[in-house]
């Protein structure tokens, strides 16, 4: 066929087939099948005559060359770049002819069905040529970016062809759209196109989408030409089902083309008028089997982001066909749930929102609204999160009906207790977002809206009840009826003569009237008092309604006309008007939410002002009931502040600044209780904390800067109103970061200053709280308060000092900062800062507590404290100011007691003295006296240990600097260069005498400490008899204030010196025991754990006693008890074998404080290698004591935290051996009891079962008891509900040996009694199930001597031989207090223990260096 008639009709037909392969086999003698696979070598050639052959014949050519381009197809992975490039610019030309001349071709009214036949075939062997060159192509360019080839083995050649392809797609493309819409139907005598067709043509495009690329912005013409030749081909080639198919599937496979196809369907529906593609499209997915979808999780992936941005694109589309997905909110992909979820949030922003809605779209909305909600309790904690994000999108939007806020708010708050982080965070980003769009009001106290509602709903009922009296008060209808009958008769004679002239008229109105309407019409002519026409009316309805009352009577009544009309009149007006009262009178009295009925005449007139009323007071109630609910998240979100998950931090943080925006009292709690969070090691928690606080106080609303700065020195006074220590030190670090970052303006501290020097009027209050703000900020810039140092003093510290001590105070905080600030930027050569003893400071501060000595003030022992610290710190020879201050003091006690004396022996002397043998002194004055002498003791010690010991080492390295430098400058250099060996040797030398050397400082410190401070010459020891008296005598100086100050001082002397500690510590301990004081016993446990770091071996033996203190009767004791043991402990300054079930106990106290903090202790103790694992048996042993435990019911509350640390495997399956070993030992029930229920706290696992199958033999006996089996059985529960396959032999051949041994014990528990009756004077016991002792309380009995010396092993086969420093028992020592005895002497009122009951020291705690730990 070298050429071809445009008539000439071949006699095959080309199929298109569904595999290249096809093509090769004869399928029938009418079907094409490719001759010959050309060569490689044949295709340039054969391609070169293919191009002549087209210049010729166009478009027709590729029926002679078909063989030609197939086998270029064939070896396309082989054939060189070029001859590919060739052939797809060569097919590209052939189509485009082909196109051309289709589109006169298919114009011809009279297709000749031999040229038809052959351009059809010419169309599917061009068409297919094209399209699997276009898919070999996208192949191969995938395949390359999926490789990665290297670029340096790539010719420049290479690389700019690799780059052909995508400049190549969109072209092809749109050539085959061009196709496309041409009237191709006639090619196949106008009936449908062959589906294989527009397959072939369609997959080429779906191919090229499947490019991950695809959707990046460089290819959008491509993408938008793919997604045109498709939407052709589903408008005029019934592509619809095809296409749902290849989408869906897609989706599945390939999660990248979900945003394609959303911007697809987009295109189809606005401009091909494609809307059905949506509904097939959500049907398809809506038929996916649920439980495949939750096997799938990738396609679930790709399914949800489609429906979600099509919701977003296309909400009203999306939601006419929105039922079909909605069974799979049933099923159990979550991700499913989720895209549907937010498809129904799409809907409810974009078109089920507003107030216009129809009733259909409201209850639609309503139903999307309930949906939420229920999912916001879904089983999986993503769907949660993610339901709680879209209700914030929802309130952000304000598309959320104010009838749902309420209900949703609660939802919100209900999650906050959610255990799912992620949950927790949306939940306090809801509430943030429901406060800042709320409707209510910018300000949300519950207090001020309380006093508003109240005073609204009093308004509303006196309006109610307003308007029932001026109902109940109306005239009787038969009263009006005989007011008007005069003039009504006189008009009815006169209507009566002039009837014949206006009945036609009448007659016409009536035609057109009804009888309730007539009725009515007569009744409002009586009441406009037109009584003629009323008359008329009456006559004409006579006539006309004969058989209907009221008008049916009159026609039997006999008499004139004149009196049937007025009888009709009266029935109609008393009987309307007897209804119309009943009427009111009942709305009269109805509820307080009844609406007004409004008449009908008045239905459009505006609401009443009742109505308006109503509206008010419901608006009230809904603002009142949403701040209630806010108040109660603020609770439980403050406790979030202390999670392990930074971003739950941080967004209560947040809440908490919204919440305070918005004038919740209540939030100002939360904001202090996130100060802590300032040391966090969390960078971003802490920086959350401080920009919390930059936000609520650094941007203060105000016209002026002065304003600005009253508002931010407001706000931060009322945040240390009744503010403890630690908050003002966590907003003291604050506020000297802004000050350091020159975030505070000057502004700010000239208003303080004018306030502290009461320039400015403000109250004692905000005096105080400026002299505070003043040193908070000298932390980060000391000039504030080194500038102005004179007026602190003469301001502060003037003769008015007695007058405000608390102010005193705080001044001489603000001017330690000097001190503070000086040290820390001291380099070890500077000299250190120091003022003269002349200075006007110390002499101020001299007077001041001279002043006050003698005064009752409560403020003067903290002011004094203070105040000597102050002197210590910045005074040159601070012992010998204070020691003048301690003699005048003295002196004025002893003036004091003189005048006593004199007083004493006139009657009535004042009861308010101290008795000390024949003379009184006032308590007020020896309380000063005794708390002033142990704060000067301790700061001497500080003094000592600190500076002295600083000052001597920093001279040390200055001398030995300068002797080195003059022995450097006195050798020469050839010297120099000889002794190198011998220079290296002196430096090492002198590193040993430093060291040598700063032991010698220290020695010399602890001499002085210890044969100095406290010897009979120093000022010092002359008040040691007194401490000591007053100590031993508690019935003689039974004031709480003075005892607490001489055990305060007596600890702070024990600090001083080890020989006088030693000497004291039973007289310590005693009274920390036996005094009736909680203040003492809180005060001698806090001086307890400084003598536990001091002396760590003189304070070992009375280790029992600090712990005995964790059982004190008084909270606030066993609140320090536990902040100090808390500190020796993590410290390993204590010992807690044996002991530490003191701290487990406190794991149940009544106080939640003190639980929080047994809580914290446990939690730093876990976080120490394996400490609560090795602690967990001798918990245990000591808790499960009948003797001294606890009861069953609080042990099992113990059990369950303390085994919630215990995580590792190999932990597990050792407790699990310790545990079922200790049955061996346990002596009643309710160990075995405690024993079993502890198994239960365990996560056992395989190699656990197996551990409690080799010591099966410890418990077997004990599985009668119903509790203890029962206890196995819910540890083989778990095992089976987590354990895998293979160990369900095991676990059955367990629970038969269970089962067998409680049957066998029961059998034997039942033959016992009946033994018992045939042997004499033999007692078989009977175990049976422990009766639970209600826990009346919680408090434990105190450990025996016995148990608390006893150190019994948790592993019971090895005997264990007790230590033998320790006894096994100590008798009770009985101490009498002198209050028990009012007149006792004085020597029978000792509180000391006998020298034979003193504890022995024993087991010494070395300790390196204790000189210096102080």
């Not at 270029?72 to 082989?78: G, K, N, Q, V």
């Not at 999926?146 to 010719?155: A, F, I, T």
């Not at 056992?1244 to 089996?1269: I, P, T």
């Amino acid at each position: 066929m070298d050429e071809l008639s445009p008539v000439f009709v071949p006699s095959w037909e080309f199929h298109l087939p569904l595999s290249p392969a096809d093509l090769l086999r004869s399928a029938g003698s009418s079907q094409y099948v490719v001759q010959e696979v050309l060569s490689l070598k044949q295709l340039p050639g054969q391609l070169a005559a293919f191009r002549i052959v087209f210049r010729t014949q166009g478009a027709l050519a590729i029926l002679q060359h078909f063989d030609t381009l197939f086998s270029i197809l064939h070896h396309f992975r082989s054939v060189d770049a070029d001859i590919k490039e060739d052939a797809l610019e060569l097919m590209m030309k052939v189509v485009t002819s082909h196109s051309s001349a289709l589109a006169s071709i298919l114009d011809d009214a009279e297709l000749v069905s031999s040229l038809r036949a052959l351009h059809l075939n010419a169309l599917k062997m061009n068409c297919y040529v094209l399209a699997r060159i276009v898919e070999a192509f996208e192949t191969e360019s995938g395949k390359n970016s999926l490789v990665g080839l290297d670029s340096k083995r790539k010719s420049k050649k290479s690389l700019a062809k690799s780059f052909l392809w995508e400049e190549e797609r969109q072209p092809v493309i749109q050539l085959l759209t061009q196709l496309l819409q041409l009237d191709l139907h006639r090619l196949w005598n106008g009936l449908i196109v062959e589906e294989e067709f527009i397959s072939l043509v369609t997959g080429c495009c779906y191919r090229i989408l499947e490019n991950p690329n695809m959707g990046r912005q460089k290819h959008r013409p491509t993408r938008e030409a793919a997604i045109h030749l498709l939407g052709v081909a589903l408008l005029r080639y019934d592509h619809m089902l095809s296409a749902t198919l290849k989408v869906t599937q897609m989706l599945q496979h390939f999660e990248h083309v979900a945003p394609v196809f959303v911007e697809a369907v987009g295109v189809w529906i606005k401009e091909y008028g494609m809307k059905s593609i949506v509904g097939e499209l959500l049907r398809e997915i809506g038929q996916k089997c649920p439980q495949e979808l939750a096997r799938d999780t990738a396609g679930v992936k790709g399914y949800a982001s489609f429906l979600a941005e099509l919701a977003e694109q296309t909400p009203a589309v999306v939601l006419a066909n929105i039922s079909v997905l909605l069974h799979h909110l049933d099923g159990e992909s979550y991700g499913m749930r989720n895209a549907i979820l937010a498809a129904m949030t799409e809907m409810l922003l974009q078109v089920l929102n507003g107030e216009q809605l129809e009733d259909t779209a409201r209850s639609t909305r309503d139903q999307f609204l309930d949906t939420l909600q229920a999912h916001t309790c879904d089983v999986h904690g993503f769907v949660r999160s993610r339901v709680l994000q879209l209700f914030t999108r929802i309130v952000q939007q304000k598309a959320l009906p104010l009838t749902r806020f309420q209900a949703v708010v609660s939802l919100a708050v209900g999650r906050l207790q959610d255990k799912s982080v992620t949950v927790v965070k949306n939940a306090i980003q809801l509430l943030a977002a429901f406060l800042s769009n709320n409707p209510f009001s910018c300000k949300l106290s519950c207090t001020d809206l309380t006093e508003l509602l109240k005073k609204e709903k009093q308004k509303l009922q006196e309006m109610k009840n307003q308007r029932r009296t001026t109902a109940v008060v109306v005239i009787p209808p038969e009263e009006e009826w005989e007011a008007m009958q005069p003039e009504l008769r006189a008009t009815l004679k006169s209507c009566l003569c002039s009837q014949q002239q206006e009945e036609e008229e009448e007659e016409e109105k009536l035609e057109t009237e009804g009888l309730a309407q007539l009725s009515n019409n007569i009744l409002n002519l009586l009441r406009k008092s037109n009584y003629k026409n009323a008359i008329h009316l009456v006559q004409r309805a006579v006539h006309q309604f004969q058989g209907e009352e009221p008008f049916a009577s009159s026609s039997r009544m006999e008499g004139s006309e004149e009196d049937i009309i007025l009888n009709v009149l009266k029935t109609l007006y008393i009987g309307s008007q007897t209804e119309r009262v009943a009427t009111e009178s009942t709305e009269g009295t109805e509820t307080a939410d009844t609406e007004e009925q409004v008449p009908e005449g008045e239905e459009q007139q505006p609401p009443t002002e009742l109505a308006k009323q109503e509206m008010l007071v419901q608006y009230l109630q809904d603002a009142y009931n949403f701040s209630a609910k806010i108040t109660e998240a603020l609770s439980m979100v403050s406790k979030m502040m202390y999670e392990s998950s930074v971003s739950v931090v941080q967004e209560a943080i947040e809440f908490f600044v919204i919440v305070s925006q918005f004038g919740v009292p209540q939030a100002v709690l939360g904001v202090r209780r996130m100060l802590p969070l300032i040391w966090s090691k969390e960078p971003g928690v802490r920086e959350a904390v401080l920009d919390a606080y930059r936000r609520l106080y650094l941007s203060p609303s105000g016209d002026s800067e002065r304003t600005r700065a009253q508002s931010l020195i407001q706000s931060l006074s009322l945040l240390m109103v009744d503010a403890s220590l630690g908050t003002i030190q966590c907003l003291e670090e604050i506020i000297s970061e802004f000050v350091q970052k020159h975030e505070i303006k000057a502004a700010v501290v000239q208003l303080l200053w004018e306030r502290f020097t009461e320039k400015s009027q403000c109250s004692a209050l905000e005096r105080h709280a400026a002299i505070m703000l003043l040193g908070m900020m000298a932390r980060g810039k000391p000039e504030i308060v080194g500038s102005n140092l004179d007026v602190l003093i003469t301001v502060g510290l003037d003769e008015r000092v007695h007058e405000d001590y608390r102010l005193a105070q705080e001044v001489c905080n603000a001017i330690s900062k000097i001190a503070s600030s000086r040290k820390a930027g001291l380099g070890k050569s500077s000299t250190p800062f120091r003022l003269p003893q002349s200075h006007l400071l110390f002499e101020h501060l001299s007077q001041a507590i001279c002043a006050g000595f003698a005064r009752s003030s409560a403020h003067w022992i903290p002011f004094t404290e203070t105040a000597v610290a102050l002197i210590y710190q910045l005074a040159e020879g601070p012992e010998e100011i204070c020691g003048q201050v301690l003699q005048r003091c003295s002196q004025q006690a002893l003036e004091s007691l003189q005048e006593s004396e004199g007083v004493s022996t006139e009657p009535g002397s004042p009861p308010s003295g101290v008795a000390g043998g024949s003379s009184t002194i006032d308590t007020l004055v020896l309380t000063h006296l005794v708390s002033l002498v142990g704060d000067v003791a301790f700061q001497q010690l500080v003094h000592l240990e600190l500076s002295v010991s600083t000052e001597l080492r920093r001279r040390r390295v200055l001398g030995e600097e300068q002797e080195a430098k003059k022995q450097t400058a006195s050798n020469t250099k050839a010297q120099n260069k000889k002794s190198t060996g011998n220079e290296t040797t002196m430096e090492e030398d002198l590193g040993l005498v430093g060291a040598s050397a700063e032991d010698t400082e220290a020695e010399l410190i602890r001499t002085i400490c210890e044969t100095e401070l406290l010897d009979g010459k120093q000022l010092l020891s002359a008040f040691i008899p007194l401490v000591l008296k007053i100590c031993n005598n508690p019935g003689l100086y039974s004031d709480p204030a003075l005892s607490a100050a001489a055990a305060l001082t007596l600890g702070k002397f024990c600090m001083i010196s080890a020989e006088f500690c030693d000497a004291q510590l039973r007289l310590f301990f005693t009274m920390m025991e036996k005094s009736s004081l909680p203040s003492v016993r809180a005060n001698l446990m806090i001086a307890a754990g400084d003598l536990a770091i001091r002396f760590p071996n003189l304070v070992e033996p009375w280790t029992p006693h600090l712990y005995a203190r964790l059982r004190d009767p008084c909270r606030h004791v066993r609140q320090t008890a536990a902040l100090v043991m808390t500190h020796l402990i993590l410290k390993d300054m204590v010992k807690v074998k044996g002991q530490v079930s003191e701290m487990a106990a406190l794991l149940i106290d009544p106080e939640e404080e003190i639980v929080g903090l047994a809580r914290n202790f446990f939690t730093e103790l876990a976080s120490k290698d394996n400490a609560v694992y090795n602690l967990l048996p001798d918990i245990i042993s000591r808790l499960s004591d009948p003797d001294s435990g606890v009861e069953e019911q609080p042990f099992r509350t113990i059990m369950r935290q303390l085994f919630s640390f215990i995580t590792k495997d190999k932990q597990t399956e050792s407790l699990v051996e310790k545990l079922c070993q200790r049955f061996r030992t346990a002596r009643t029930e309710r160990q075995h009891h405690d024993l079993a229920y502890c198994l239960t706290l365990l996560p056992v696992s395989e190699r656990g079962l197996r551990k409690m199958q080799d010591n099966f033999d410890c418990f077997a006996d004990k599985l009668q008891d119903v509790a203890v089996y029962n206890c196995f059985l819910a540890v083989l529960g778990r095992i089976r509900r987590v354990g895998k396959p293979e160990m369900k032999a095991l676990i059955e051949e367990f629970e038969q040996k269970l089962q067998v041994c409680h049957s066998r014990g029961l059998d034997l528990s039942a033959e016992a009694p009946r033994e018992s009756l045939s042997q004499e004077g033999r007692n078989t016991p009977v175990l049976h199930p422990a009766k639970k002792v209600a826990a009346s309380s919680r408090r434990r009995k105190p450990l025996r001597a016995a148990n608390r010396e006893s150190d019994s092993s948790f592993i019971t086969p090895e005997p264990h031989v007790s230590r033998p420093h320790r006894k096994t028992s100590r008798p009770k020592v009985s101490v009498v207090f002198s209050s028990d005895e009012e007149n006792s002497p004085e020597e029978d009122l000792c509180a000391e223990l006998m020298e034979e009951e003193t504890p022995s020291k024993t087991t010494p705690i070395s300790r390196a260096s204790a000189r210096r730990a102080r």
